[in-house]
C-alpha cells in the first residue's frame, strides 16, 4: 500500500466550521477523507457581528464557495454526542458518523446574561434581532463589557444610530490597553456620545435600566458537548485540556482548536479567544493530525501575539503593539489608518482560508 492511499483512508471528522474548524478542515482535505459537521452552510465572519448589529447586509460566505471541489464532505447538523470508546460522533439529524481522528472545533458564545428581560437583552449571537431593535425607534443601549468587544459595538452603534444614547458599563474601559491605547479609546467614544461608566459590576442584563442591553461581558467556551462525552476539561476556564501539539490531553485521538481549546503557547502563555488565535491554532491542530496519521514527529505548538486591532466606528480604529504574551508595548496606530489596518486584517483571515482551499 502506498502511503497516500493509506492516507486517503483515514477519516477525519471536525466540528465546527467557524475560522479553526474550516481551516483545519481544508488544510487536511488533501491528506485525508474529511467530513465537516456544522449546522449552517455558510462560514460566518464572528468578528464583524457588531457591524451585522450596525447594518452592514451580510457577513456570511456560503460554505460551498470554500469547499468547492476540495473534497470535504459538509453535514449540516449539529453533533449532539461523541462516543470516544466508539470513535463515534451522533448528529442532531440522526447521522452516526464514525472517525479515526476528531477535530473539536466548537467556538465559543457570550457568558449568559441571566437574561429575563426578555426582548431587551441581546448579544452579538443575536446582532440580527439588536439592529432589528434599533432601527425600531431610538431609546437608551447600555452595553455591558468594557473589553475589545464591548469597546467596538459601543462605537459602531453609536456611530451607526446617532438618536440612540449608548452607555458602556464597565469595570475598566479597555483595562489590557496601554495608557495611550486607553486614552484613544475613551476620546473616540466619547466624540461618538457614549458615556462611560467605569468602576460598574453589573451581574445581570436585568440590574440594568436601559431600553435594550447588550451584554458583552464574557465570553464561554462551547464546551459542554466535550464534558458530557468525557474530554477533560481545564479546571478554571473550561476549555478543553490539550497538550503542546493541540491534542486532548485526556484522548489524542482528538485534537482541539480556537476558543474550545485551552491552548498555550512558550512566551505567549495561555492563549485568550480570539480570531487571532482560532486560525494558528486551526493550522497546528491540521499539521499534527497529520503528521499523526502519517507516523512522523509532530511539531509542538509555537505562537507570539503582535497586535491588538480594535475598530472604533468605520472611521477610526486603533492598533496596539504587544510583546509576545499580548501585554501592551508603548506603540499605537489610531484614526483612519488603524481602521484601514483592521480591515485589511479580517480581509485576509477570510483569504487565508479560502488559500487553505486552493
Ligand atoms: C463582535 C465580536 C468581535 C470580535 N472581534 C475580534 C477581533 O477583532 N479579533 C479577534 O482575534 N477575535 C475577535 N473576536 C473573537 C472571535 O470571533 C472568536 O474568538 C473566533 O470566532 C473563534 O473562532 P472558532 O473557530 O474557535 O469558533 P467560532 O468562530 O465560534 O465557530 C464555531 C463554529 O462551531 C459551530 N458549532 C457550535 N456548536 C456546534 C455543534 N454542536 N455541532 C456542530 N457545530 C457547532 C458554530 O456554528 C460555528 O460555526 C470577536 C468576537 C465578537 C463576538
Known amino acids: 500500500m502506498t502511503n497516500s492511499t493509506a492516507k486517503n483512508d483515514h477519516q477525519v471528522l471536525v466540528l465546527g466550521a467557524g475560522y479553526a474548524g474550516l481551516l483545519a478542515a481544508l488544510s487536511l482535505a488533501p491528506h485525508a477523507r474529511v467530513t465537516l459537521v456544522d449546522p449552517s452552510e455558510h462560514f460566518t465572519e464572528r468578528v464583524r457581528q457588531h457591524e451585522l448589529a450596525a447594518g452592514r447586509p451580510a457577513i456570511t460566505h456560503p460554505l460551498r464557495s470554500f469547499l468547492g471541489t476540495t ?63 434599533l432601527r425600531d425607534r431610538p431609546g437608551r ?19 451607526a444610530y446617532p438618536d440612540w444614547d449608548v452607555r458602556l458599563l464597565s469595570r475598566e474601559v479597555g483595562a489590557g490597553l496601554s495608557a495611550k491605547g486607553r486614552a484613544h479609546v475613551r476620546t473616540t467614544l466619547t466624540a461618538l456620545g457614549v458615556s462611560l461608566a467605569e468602576g460598574e459590576r453589573v451581574t445581570s442584563a436585568d440590574d440594568v435600566d436601559a431600553d435594550a442591553v447588550l451584554w458583552s461581558a464574557s465570553m464561554v467556551p462551547n464546551t459542554e458537548l466535550a464534558a458530557r462525552s468525557g474530554l477533560a476539561l481545564h479546571p478554571s476556564n473550561g476549555r478543553v485540556e490539550v497538550d503542546a501539539f493541540l491534542r486532548s490531553a485526556s484522548h489524542p485521538e482528538v485534537y482541539v482548536a480556537g476558543d474550545a481549546a485551552a491552548a498555550s503557547a512558550p512566551g505567549a ?14 493550522t497546528q491542530a491540521a499539521a499534527a493530525l497529520r503528521a499523526s496519521l502519517d507516523g512522523t514527529e509532530p511539531r509542538p505548538f509555537r505562537f507570539g501575539y503582535q497586535l491588538q486591532c480594535v475598530s472604533l466606528g468605520r472611521r477610526n480604529g486603533l492598533v496596539q503593539t504587544v510583546h509576545s504574551d499580548d501585554t501592551p508595548r508603548e506603540l499605537i496606530l489610531r484614526g483612519r489608518v488603524a481602521a484601514f489596518t483592521k480591515e485589511q486584517i479580517v480581509r485576509y483571515t477570510v483569504r487565508l482560508i479560502r488559500q487553505a482551499a486552493r
Open 269 to 282: 502563555g495561555p492563549l485568550r479567544m480570539a480570531c487571532a488565535t482560532a486560525l494558528p491554532t486551526g
Open 141 to 159: 443601549l447600555a452595553i455591558v463589557g468594557g473589553g475589545l468587544t464591548g469597546i467596538e459595538m459601543a462605537a459602531e452603534l453609536a456611530e
Open 71 to 133: 473534497g470535504v464532505e459538509h453535514i449540516a447538523a449539529r453533533a449532539t454526542a461523541i462516543d470516544l470508546h466508539a470513535r463515534v460522533v451522533t448528529t442532531d439529524n440522526g447521522r452516526s458518523l464514525p472517525y479515526d481522528r476528531l477535530v473539536y472545533a466548537l467556538g465559543s458564545r457570550t457568558a449568559d446574561t441571566a437574561d429575563t428581560g426578555g426582548e431587551r437583552a441581546f448579544t452579538a449571537e443575536t446582532a440580527d434581532a439588536l439592529r432589528k431593535r
